[in-house]
Structure formats: C-alpha cells, structure tokens
C-alpha cells in the first residue's frame, strides 16, 4: 500500500500520515459492512439513537482537539473550525428528530385492520466527504444513515484524512458494533474502487464534475440510491438598502472561508446607477480590509488559505482567463507577501456585457455584473445551469415577493448572506448542484425507504370479496 499525507497549507507541516486502501481493502470492508448490516438494522430504533448520543457526547469531549486538526489540515481560523465542531454536535439532535419525522413508523385504523408505514435501510452507504467541511458534511450523511439502520464505509478526502480519522476514533470510542462504521483512506483510485464495489447508497458532497460523473455511472445502478450535493455559481442581488450593511452581506457570501463553500455567492449583481456603484466601492473597500492569516495566529484572521497552492494557482488561472476576456478588474486576485503560496487576496472583477463560463471557482473571487431592471436582474440571477443557493438584498417586500418566487436556487435568502442555512431545514439545490435529494433535515429521506402495508390480526373476510363473483 500506498502512503497518503496530509499538509498545513499555511506553513506546509505535515499533519498526518497513514496507508492508503486498495481496492482488496475496500472490498474487505465493504464486506464486513454487509455483513453487520441485519443485526445494526434490526436494532429497535432507540438503540441506534443510543448509539450516535454516545458520538455526540464524544464529539463533546473532544471539540477543542478536533477543531484544532481540522483548522491545521485546511488553513481555517479556529474560530470557524470551532464552529464546524458546534454544527456537527448539533446534527445528532436535528438527525434524531428528522429521523422520526419523516422516516418514523405511522398506523391508520382500517375498516379489515390497519395500514401502516414503515422506513426500512437500504444497506451499506458509501459517503465520500469534501475538504473544506471535512467534519460538518460527512457527519450530516453519516449519522442519518446510521440512525435508519444502515452501515457506512466512509473515504474521507484525500486533503484531509486526519479529519476523517477523527471522526473514526470518535465513532469507535461510541462502542459501535464491528463493521457498522469504517473508514478508507486513500485519493480517486480508493474512491473509484468504493463507487465500483458492492454498495446500496452513494451519499457524496463534492464539484458538479464530480458529481456528472456519478449520475453517469450509475445510470446502469438503479438499485444504489444516490444522493449529490454539488457546487453552484450562485447569484446575489443588491438592490437597495444601506451600503455599509449591503457590502457586508455582499463580503460574507463571497469571501466567507477563503470562497471555500458550495454557497458562496459568485455573482454580484446591481443596478446600474449610482447606488450600484457606491456598492461596488463599498465591497472594494470593505475586501480591503479582511485579516487574512494562518489558523494559530493572535487575533485570529477572518479566513486562511485556500486548501493548497495549487488550488491558488487554479483560481488565479481561472481570474486571468476573465480579465483576458474583457472583464475589468475592480481588485486583483494574487497572493499575499511574506506566505505560502496557498495564501490569496479577495478579487473582483465587472464582468457586464462579457462573455463569462458559467462555472464555479472555488476561491474568494465574485463577478459583478451591472442591470437596466429587476427583469433583467432576475434574468441574469437565473441564467445559469447551476441552483444551490441566491440570495437578494433589499427592503423591498415586493421585490423579495417575486425573487423568491422566480429564483431557481434551493436556499434562497434576503438581507442574509447567501451561505446562511438552518441544519433543521433542507439543504441542496436543482440543476448541476445536485439531483433532488437535498441532504440536512431532509437526509433521513434518501437514508430510507418507504414500506406501505395492509395489516389484519387474521385472513378472515378477504373470501367475501369474491362472494357472487365465482364459477360454482
């Protein structure tokens, strides 16, 4: 086997190491999964809720070390890392009620007996998890599917294993039964040989690219459920309303996490007249301004690097490529003196009236583009294959009326920055960001399957159905 290391992208240092699987180790535990699979779903649902409080109240115990690896593999300040930590304790709770809300058991008196609905596992679910919420977006797949009975095999991204092997002890010290819960690690090669194994449910948060390749391959596999929770090229309107407050909006959905979140508003779009333009200078200034710095910094800074600095030179790529199509640059897009390549400035560029890829970069990097009208605002908000999220900034009551109306987005906010979303609601999007399976509180949904029955005590009345109706 192979061995896989993870790095600090701010000072470079290692953060861990460890074997890769193959794909004679993926199947092993894919084989131990099926196996541990009718006694875990056979369990009453309160044992396994017993089962994820336990990893809940280690999570407790252990936040403070947790967030401290997670803020080390990915760059982020601890503070955001601390909340991950606050978000994936809280996902037990909201996973618990979900689970009995849309996923319980329900009985209806009939005039023969009953009819009752019941949610049944479909087996071993798959997950593979992100970078840049190494610990939040797995944690919001695994642990529904462990409360409806499934087991998991789970490939943690290749950037941030420690995470995942964190999250592995955690469940272990929960006492799960062997073969419930493992943990694989290894790049695309341990991914591939996961996706291509004997599975019943991929649960998978990652790029739209990735994300078209799975649709693809398992258009053959209608019997393994897939749940996608994909990227977007997300709008944000500013309309009206004070600039302070308006530009902050505007920083926070665009810069938030180094640009680093499927929600982050990459398209700016105002009005063209004086208020858009004193919104525009206000988020210049106001970009101008952000602490940018290494996780263990004193203060600590508002966002750190990107995952890796070739991740920076992606994205700078990807800046250069508008710029050269006519795009004019409002703040350049580089690096920071002094840092690790991984490091970048927030960029901005006016992108009105350019022909623009409608493509997603994953990197503090937003797109103004200038309207006559809220019709043509609306027009350019929805003009993209993409739907995660949209967000509108005004105090317009009418204007809100028909953005959340019209908008094709699956989180959609006002007066709220776009990467703002309540783990007791959906979370996912339509077109390339996903395949209408929203995960959060609506995770217990692909997590399970419905079983509709017709239930009497005895077989006595059903011959009266046939009475008159027979040959003698």
Not at 22 to 37: I, K, S
Not at 117 to 145: K, Q, S
Request: aromatic content about 8%; charged content about 20%; some cysteine.
């Amino acid at each position: 086997m192979s061995v896989l290391k993870s790095f600090d992208p701010a000072s470079g240092a290692l953060v861990w190491e460890g074997e890769t699987a193959d794909a004679a180790t993926v199947d092993a535990a894919l084989e131990r999964a099926h196996a541990a699979f009718p006694a875990w779903a056979a369990l009453p649902v309160a044992a396994r809720v017993e089962a994820v409080e336990r990893y809940k109240a280690v999570l407790e115990t252990r936040k403070d070390a947790i967030a401290e690896v997670i803020s080390r593999e990915t760059g982020k300040p601890l503070w955001e890392t601390r909340t991950e930590l606050a978000s994936m304790i809280g996902k037990v709770g909201i996973s618990i009620a979900a689970q009995a809300e849309r996923a319980g058991e329900r009985q209806q008196d009939m005039p023969f007996g009953k009819a009752v609905l019941r949610h049944r596992p479909h087996g071993v679910m798959a997950v593979l998890g992100p970078f840049n919420f190494p610990g939040h977006l797995p944690n919001g797949h695994i642990v529904p599917a462990l409360l409806a009975g499934n087991t998991v095999v789970f490939k943690p991204s290749e950037m941030t294993p420690a995470t995942g092997q964190a999250m592995a002890d955690a469940w272990v010290q929960a006492g799960l039964p062997e073969g419930v819960f493992q943990i694989v690690h290894g790049a695309r090669a341990t991914g591939e040989a996961l996706v291509a194994g004997h599975i019943d449910g991929l649960l998978f948060t990652g790029s739209a690219g990735a994300g078209a390749h799975f649709r693809r391959i398992f258009a053959d596999r209608p019997d393994v459920i897939l749940a996608l929770e994909l990227g977007g090229n997300n709008p944000l309107v500013v309309w009206d309303g004070d600039l302070e407050e308006a530009a902050s909006v505007v920083v926070q959905s665009s810069f938030i996490t180094t640009g680093q979140r499927c929600s982050c508003a990459r398209r700016l779009i105002v009005p063209d007249n004086d208020f858009g333009t004193a919104l525009v200078d206000a988020v210049a200034a106001l970009a101008d301004r952000v602490t940018i710095g290494a996780w263990d910094e004193t203060p600590e800074p508002w966002f750190g690097p990107l995952i890796s600095a070739e991740a920076a030179d992606a994205a700078k790529a990807r800046f250069a490529d508008l710029a050269q199509r006519g795009a004019a640059v409002i703040r350049a897009f580089e690096g920071v003196e002094g840092r690790s390549g991984a490091f970048v400035t927030p960029g901005i560029l006016d992108v009105t009236g350019v022909d623009v890829p409608d493509e997603e970069i994953f990197a503090p990097i937003v797109q103004v583009t200038r309207v006559p009208d809220f019709d043509a605002a609306m027009a350019a908000a929805n003009a993209t294959r993409f739907g995660l999220s949209a967000g509108l900034v005004s105090g317009d009551d009418a204007l809100w009326d028909r953005f959340v109306l019209e908008s094709r987005a699956g989180v959609v906010n006002r007066n709220r920055p776009t990467t703002g979303a309540a783990g007791s609601m959906p979370f996912g999007g339509l077109g390339e960001s996903g395949n209408h399976r929203p995960s959060a509180y609506y995770a217990a949904d692909y997590c399970a399957y419905p079983v509709a029955s017709f239930e009497a005590a005895s077989a006595e009345g059903n011959s009266g159905a046939l009475t008159g109706k027979l040959r003698g």
